[in-house]
């Protein structure tokens, strides 16, 4: 298997875990509040405004079900997959999400990756945080 080569940047971000955690949940709820935001994401074609599209996003990455504005009447078929796939990515973590990729691309998970996810996971011991992840699915 080639080795993937990691652009200069990437590496001096100096990613820890947390930082890892922190931008796997800060990332998706940015994109997720942009794509609310856009005009077709509404039903009437106009914007929902950041503030309600970001509420939404993060309403609905952290699986609280709090809302602003009425999603089966305010959002659009797009708007509301939005939503639907940001509840999807927060309801299993997008730790879990990483393993599935990893997996089916062939690559080990090390030691590092393990208590990355066991950290994610709220987990006690790094045994079996793979095994899990992949039992969620």
Known sequence: MPKIKIPLFVRNLNLTSSRIIFLG?????IVGAILLNLPF????GESVGWLNA???????????GLVVIDTGSDF??????VILFLIQ???LGF???GVLIAVIMG????LKERMLIQQSANAVT??????LSLISF
């Open 41 to 44: 994401s509404s039903s009437t």
């Open 25 to 29: 949940f800060a990332v998706p709820l």
């Open 76 to 81: 659009s078929h797009f708007g509301q997959i």
């Open 95 to 97: 730790m879990t999400y």
């Open 126 to 131: 790094p045994q079996g945080v793979v095994r």
């Open 89 to 91: 990515l927060g309801g």
């Open 107 to 110: 690559r080990k998970i090390g």
């Open 54 to 64: 970001l509420f939404t996003s993060t309403s609905a990455i952290c699986v609280t």
